[in-house]
Every structure is written in C-alpha cells, then in structure tokens.
C-alpha cells in the first residue's frame, strides 16, 4: 500500500532553518509529481510547494516563495522540503501527497517561535 512518512520538524527560532523530508513507499515514486502541504490549528490545508517527476518544474506558494526549496531523490524514494528564513506564520504540520489523490502521510509539526 502507499505509504508516506514525513519527518524533520521540531521548534526553530524565526529566522532559522528545517529540512523536511518524505519517505515514500507502495508506488512508483519517480513515476509522480508531489506535493507540499501545511495545516495550521483551525486553518484549512494549504499548498505550499509541488515538484514534477524528476524534479524539472516546481511552484511554490507566494509565501514561501523565495524561502523553501523543494527536491526530490528518486532512487531513494524521498522527497525534501528545506525551509530558511522561518517566521511564526509557517507554523503549522506538514504532509506530503502525490498531486491531487492518495493517501496523507502523518505529517511533521514545525513550530517557529522565540
């Protein structure tokens, strides 16, 4: 079955940095562009970053934009998301999604405060 695990968040002061990642299991995971999303307490899920199958076009939500990089390494199944100049409104979990279906993964909570 399709699988996906995010890991990598924790408490950062603004200003700082994360790196996010994806571990994707149950599907071909080159074969498929993935997605970024975030979810704050009493918001509803956002998009924040897509990456086509080798990684050749990504978009990124104008709030992050400029911030986050998204990458992907297909022979290890793993998606990144890297997050700098974090500020108190990236608060949030995140997940990772094949575009458009399938299943969440459990997400990772970041939490940006000083």
């Known amino acids: 079955q399709v699988q996906l695990v995010e890991s990598g968040g924790g408490l950062v002061q603004p200003g700082g940095s994360l790196r996010l990642s994806c571990a994707a299991s149950?599907?071909?995971?080159?074969?498929?562009?993935m997605t970024w999303y975030r979810q704050a307490p009493g918001k509803e899920r956002e998009l924040v970053a897509t990456?086509?199958?080798?990684?050749?076009?990504?978009n990124y939500a104008d709030s992050v934009k400029g911030r986050f990089t998204i990458s992907r390494d297909n022979a290890k199944n793993t998606m990144y998301l890297q997050m700098n100049s974090l500020n108190p409104d990236d608060t949030a979990v995140y997940y990772c999604?094949?575009?458009?279906?399938?299943?969440w993964g459990q997400g990772t909570q970041v939490t940006v405060s000083s």
């Open positions: 990456i086509t199958t080798t990684g050749g076009s990504t």
């Open positions: 149950g599907f071909t995971f080159s074969g498929y562009t």
């Open positions: 999604r094949r575009r458009d279906f399938g299943p």
